[in-house]
């Protein structure tokens, strides 16, 4: 079993930055991969950015450029770090991992104010 743990969300001007964190219950160095979705009001959950053992990174076209994942394997905890908030970033944001079967956290809310 693996426990996630979202921390970091909240409100922010348009043009601001957050940076969310997602601690593991177990370790993460051999979780894999490990990352982040989000779900607007009225929308699917969507993927934002993934992560793997060895640091290989993903992103969503929509936050290339200014969203920037990270793991820190000694700290057990994945981090998503935000720059140049849109106002379409809005939304709940969930840790992923994979270790056998899906986790996800409980999901931290975002709001990006224009």
């Known amino acids: 079993q693996v426990q996630l743990v979202e921390s970091g969300g909240g409100l922010v001007q348009a043009g601001g930055s957050l940076r969310l964190s997602c601690a593991s219950s177990?370790?993460?160095?051999?979780?894999?991969?490990m990352g982040w979705y989000r779900q607007a009001p009225g929308k699917q959950r969507e993927l934002v950015a993934t992560?793997?053992?060895?640091?290989?990174?993903n992103y969503a076209d929509s936050v290339k450029g200014r969203f920037t994942i990270s793991r820190d394997n000694a700290e057990n905890t994945v981090y998503l770090q935000m720059n140049s908030l849109k106002p379409e970033d809005k939304g709940v944001y969930y840790c992923y991992a994979f270790q056998d079967r899906h986790y996800w956290g409980q999901g931290t809310q975002v709001t990006v104010s224009s």
């Open positions: 177990r370790r993460i160095f051999s979780i894999n991969p």
């Open positions: 992560i793997t053992t060895g640091g290989s990174r």
